[in-house]
């Protein structure tokens, strides 16, 4: 075999593996995009996720407000009903004492 000769098939060899590089790289860049594809759908995910907790936290925020009012509410009208209790006791006292 001749110097040319082993110089061509030297060469041939180089560019088939400068082909198969170059083909994997291919497939390597096609992966990275599906997992690049991948995580940017799931952060979509994650966003709508974030703004669906905030609303619940948001609503759950209104009903405990609406609760505390509730709660006074109850407490006024529990002293309301004691304040009537004694003085019914109070009218029940004079009646029973005549």
């Known amino acids: 075999m001749t110097d040319l000769e082993r110089l061509i098939e030297s ?6 593996a400068l082909t198969s590089d170059i083909a994997e790289m291919k497939r390597d860049r096609t992966v990275l ?13 994650l966003t709508s996720h974030q703004v669906r907790t905030y609303q619940l936290i948001e609503n759950l925020d209104e009903r405990q407000s609406q609760l505390a009012n509730q709660q006074q ?4 009208i529990q002293k309301a009903s004691s304040n009537q209790q004694e003085q019914l ?10």
């Open 11 to 16: 060469n041939a060899k180089a560019i088939e």
């Open 33 to 45: 995009y599906q997992l690049v594809s991948d995580l940017t759908e799931k952060i979509g995910q």
């Open 73 to 76: 509410q109850l407490i006024e």
């Open 89 to 98: 006791t109070e009218i029940l006292k004079k009646l029973t004492e005549k």
